[in-house]
């Protein structure tokens, strides 16, 4: 039996997958796709796959690169869904297919913890207050007792916690085999397992990341392998292009000024001025931060000349070359001393490593890169290139297309374009000659669903027009008693709606309001599952990172409300060097790139409603234009295809239905 035909059987009514899963339906899209992976993986090249929500994408590509008995490499896009599929899903279809298959986890340094780092915390005299210590003593008796040191197992460990860098090593700080904890080394055992896997699993900030640097394992690993998939590759082009520039933070000198400090006291004190060589680079690093002056929090500065724009230019390089003097003085300290533990020789390849990136800073940016500075409490230099399409093409296509090569690469999402060639997601990724392959979403979307598009909203940038998204998102919430969620554009936006909404419903008995930032996300995401079932729903104020990525099946969601329009931000300087090139190029910047870029996040939006074949629900966008501009049909064309509700009348008719319905049924049944 070749691989099509098992792949086939196996999702064939009563097939092994009917043991995997349960209330397993064969579904035509889900099978048509699994049969192209089985093509490419069989033939090699690459193949492009849009698989609409409900189609069950995962199924489709790890049943064939199971049965194939290839080795196989798979991305996602974020740590919880590399979790998910390496915990979850993995080990079904594995017990399923009966299969003697090695899987593997493989995350970034920052995912694991470092024994040598632990130590050295111990003695850190800069650790802020007593609850740091007390999570440091947490850390420690779970280091006791972890197999992997992935810090995801450790419960109440926030990622953002100040003690995680203090705990985990970079590509910078790592001290590689000259390390005195190497042989317990976390992440050396998980490069080891990964290497000795037949499925490994990794993310895309990984991937790309070593691309970069073939630093991560990756360079060992990739050329092993001869299936790749990555899943949610809506997110490559932007993820790839974080790792294939240039950075320079505030951030990333002021933990080389802490790690001088702390390691020089511990480990040769009284040998250099370990306080004067950590506070001159602390404190360049922070008049470079100050030259930034009061550009707002999240500001992007273009940077097209000498100096970012609305920087003053002698300050600048002024800061810019005391910043490299102040290295340079660190660098000759360190020298002195290396000779005494590994870890001043790490530390003088960092300062070395920075004060290039400070020299190359001060001069023009390369060819085909755009230049900018990231504004917040610190300061991010950023130099980067416009796509991932030059990288694919050379780094991993290029030893493809030699002769006995037969490598697959899988390429899949629910949302890569809005047209028949995917070109939204081809074209930077360099994929245009890849196999494409458009999969329709199961749901019958004209009975689960309706789209409404209210006329009377004010313009977009209107000042009433957040306070009239609130109102009828109010309206929406009161009648579903919570059950919606609020996606908006900007963190503008987000913080207009989210206050007016929790002033409506201050003191209410039935609907709580959840806005981003107030919790972590993972508590947001969690609270909004729960529902009403503590007595009071749930309506949730978001942006950014909500509009992909959240689950929520079932009657817990029923109402999504968006704002606007999500075109890229005009004034953003990767978004501006974009558009200039297609202008260049002879092209429409607009209908090239901003609306594309727009019907892609608004098809994302909107798959947030329905999530499986029994959900029910609304989706309100509060913008004109869909309806009033040309540009409007080719957005509404992007999306599912819900019944359009004509007016007020229609909306509230619809409103009321929803809140009416049985939610025990377990089908879907129309509704007025």
């Avoid at 050295?120 to 280091?143: F, G, V």
């Avoid at 963190?491 to 003191?507: P, T, W």
Wanted: charged share 25%; proline share 5%.
């Amino acid at each position: 039996m070749n691989l099509e035909e098992a792949v086939r059987e196996a999702f064939a009514q009563g097939g092994v997958l009917s043991r995997a899963a349960d209330q397993f339906q064969p579904r035509a899209g889900q099978t048509e796709m699994a049969m192209a992976v089985a093509r490419v993986i069989g033939e090699g090249g690459a193949l492009v796959v849009e698989a609409g929500t409900g189609v069950g994408k995962t199924f489709s590509y790890l049943v064939p690169a199971l049965l194939s008995g290839e080795r196989v490499l798979m991305s996602t896009a974020t740590k919880t869904l590399q979790d998910q599929l390496y915990g979850r899903d993995l080990p079904r279809l594995v017990e399923a297919l009966a299969l003697p298959v090695r899987t593997a986890l493989l995350k970034g340094r920052g995912s694991y913890l470092c024994v040598h780092r632990l130590e050295m915390a111990r003695h850190d005299a800069t650790l802020p207050d007593r609850t740091a210590l007390r999570s440091l003593a947490k850390i420690e008796e779970w280091s006791r007792s972890t197999q992997t040191g992935d810090l995801a197992e450790l419960p109440g460990l926030d990622e953002r916690s100040p003690l995680v860098p203090l705990v985990t090593s970079t590509r910078e700080n790592c001290l590689g085999a000259q390390c005195p904890k190497f042989r317990s080394c976390h992440v050396n055992q998980a490069r080891k397992e990964a290497l000795a896997a037949d499925v490994v699993v990794v993310n895309h900030h990984l991937f790309f990341a070593d691309l970069a640097v073939r630093e991560s394992g990756m360079a060992e690993l990739l050329p092993s392998v001869r299936v790749a998939i990555f899943d949610e590759a809506h997110q490559l082009n932007e993820t790839g292009v974080q790792f294939l520039g240039r950075v320079l933070g505030t951030g990333q000198l002021l933990d080389l000024a802490r790690d001088l400090l702390a390691t020089g006291l511990q480990l040769a004190r009284g040998l250099v001025d370990w306080q004067a060589l950590a506070g001159g680079v602390e404190r360049a690093s922070r008049d470079l931060r100050l030259v930034a002056g009061k550009h707002p929090v999240g500001a992007r500065q273009r940077w097209t000349a000498g100096a970012p724009e609305g920087f003053d230019a002698v300050r600048w390089q002024e800061a810019l070359f005391a910043l490299a003097d102040a290295l340079h003085a660190a660098i000759e300290g360190l020298h002195t001393v290396t000779e005494l533990a590994p870890d001043f020789e790490r530390l003088l390849s960092r300062a070395e490593d920075l004060a290039a990136k400070a020299g190359q800073f001060a001069g023009p940016a390369q060819a085909g890169c755009v230049r900018w500075v990231d504004v917040g409490l610190q300061l991010r230099l950023v130099e980067s290139p416009l796509d991932i399409a030059q990288a694919v093409r050379e780094k991993l296509l290029k030893a493809d297309s030699e002769p006995g090569s037969q490598r697959a690469w899988v390429f899949t999402s629910a949302t890569l374009g809005d047209d028949e060639k995917l070109s939204w997601f081809t074209e930077p990724c360099g994929l245009q000659d890849a196999r494409i392959l458009a999969v329709e979403s199961p749901f019958d979307y004209a009975t689960q669903a309706a789209l409404y598009v209210p006329r009377e909203m004010p313009r977009p940038n209107d000042p009433g027009h957040s306070a009239a998204v609130a109102r009828l998102a109010a309206q929406g919430a009161q009648a579903l008693r919570g059950r919606t969620m609020v996606l908006t554009t900007t963190l503008r936006a987000l913080r207009a709606i989210g206050e007016d909404l929790q002033r409506r419903f201050e003191g209410s008995p039935d609907v709580d309001v959840l806005v981003q930032g107030q919790w972590p996300k993972r508590r947001l995401i969690e609270r909004f599952r729960e529902g009403d079932a503590g007595g009071r729903g749930c309506l949730l104020v978001a942006s950014a990172s909500f509009w992909e990525g959240v689950d929520v099946p079932g009657d817990a969601l029923q109402l999504v409300v968006i704002d606007k329009l999500p075109f890229p931000p005009p004034g953003d300087p990767l978004v501006e060097a974009r558009a200039q090139r297609l202008e260049k190029e002879g092209r429409s910047a607009f209908n090239d790139y901003f609306v594309p870029e727009a019907a892609v996040a608004l098809k994302q939006g909107a798959g947030r409603l329905i999530r499986r074949e029994s959900d029910r629900g609304l989706l309100v966008l509060c913008d004109n234009r869909l309806v009033s501009m040309g540009y409007g049909r080719r957005l509404l064309a992007a999306l599912p295809p819900m019944r359009r509700l004509a007016d007020a009348v229609a909306w509230e008719e619809a409103l009321d239905s929803l809140a009416g319905l049985t939610r025990t049924s377990t089908t879907a049944a129309p509704w007025p």
